[in-house]
């Protein structure tokens, strides 16, 4: 297989580290999921990243191994031959800063190759990125979502590739979920995810009342805050559910009050196995009955 740039007419593994002008190598930024398909800014961060990334005093720019960046940018052979980046966009954008500005204008990026499809490269660029960089929660909410929406991942998948847990990704999944307005406040850090998630258990309609009610106080919006918003609302006006409670909390609850001598014990089971989803509304209607029937032998005559 032939590579462009300088990888030569031969097969390269990831660990062949190569130098290349930056402009050389195709960049889409919608494809970085860890920022949510944003250009990474050209802020003091990068400016001094960019910086690190020049070659050391008294060395050739093009000579291998006189750049000072650490760790190179991953790209994948595109169909046209070219390469295309697929991890380290923050790095690539510095790259380009330090022609664009003149302050390297014939600097030289490292990179590796690796042969990826369009959903591993997607895969790969978010777990990467999380390894080196700490994205924001919102951030990271659209990009599993577009892995399993958009790439077919399975949530599963996802977590281990992330090694994350399933139930870190699922919550992280309701947070796409809110306004607008509540997930540019979680980015911005005036709204915690605790409290995110605390929202997303409010009725849909009074998302956005609750939200606003809270930033009204001035307040960093906390879970307890919106908690307590959402119970005061529920017992003013009998609108939306109460505090949820979940199958956790409510199979400690039922098994604290019941036992294997308790005939509820089997009532108890049955309900839980039903809020899972064990069981279906038909089964959970047959054991209701039966909970409730009297025994054999011990019914009235008229």
């Known amino acids: 297989m032939a590579f462009t740039a300088s990888t030569g007419d031969h097969k390269v593994t990831r660990s062949d580290i ?13 494809k970085n999921l860890s920022r949510n398909g944003e250009e990474p800014p050209v802020d ?13 005093r008294g060395q050739g720019v093009g000579e291998e191994g006189t750049s000072g960046q650490l760790n190179p940018i991953l790209t994948r052979p595109l169909p046209d031959r070219r390469l295309e980046v697929v991890g380290g966009f ?35 660029n978010l777990s990467e990125n999380l390894q080196r960089e700490d994205p924001k929660p919102i951030q990271m909410a659209h990009a599993i979502r577009c892995l399993v929406e958009d790439y077919g991942f399975g949530l599963k998948q996802v977590a281990g ?11 992280l999944l309701d947070l796409v979920m809110l306004p607008g307005k509540v997930q540019a406040s979680v980015a911005s850090g005036q709204t915690t995810v605790a409290a995110a998630l605390e929202l997303v258990k409010t009725p849909s309609n009074q998302q956005v009342e609750v939200f606003e009610a809270l930033v009204n106080g001035g307040e960093r919006i906390t879970a307890a805050k919106v908690r307590q918003r959402r119970q005061e609302t529920h017992e003013a006006t009998g609108a939306g559910d109460p505090v949820s409670r979940t199958l956790k909390q409510i199979k400690a609850f039922l098994l604290g009050k019941t036992g294997h001598g308790d005939p509820g014990y089997r009532l108890a089971t049955h309900m839980l196995h039903f809020l899972s989803g064990k069981l279906s509304e038909e089964g959970m209607d047959k054991a209701w009955s039966q909970a409730f029937a009297e025994p054999t032998g011990q019914r009235r005559t008229g």
């Not at 190569?18 to 919608?30: G, K, Q, S, T």
């Not at 590739?161 to 919550?171: E, I, T, Y």
């Open 18 to 30: 190569f130098l290349v002008d930056p402009r050389a190598l195709v960049v889409d930024w919608a």
């Open 161 to 171: 590739r992330l090694k994350k847990s399933d139930a870190w990704c699922r919550n």
């Open 44 to 56: 003091e961060a990068l400016i001094e990243l960019a910086r690190d990334m020049m070659p050391k």
């Open 90 to 124: 923050r790095r690539m954008r510095a790259a380009l800063w330090l022609i664009e500005s003149g302050a390297c204008p014939d600097f030289r990026v490292k990179y590796v190759v690796s042969r990826l499809s369009d959903a591993e490269a997607a895969l790969v």
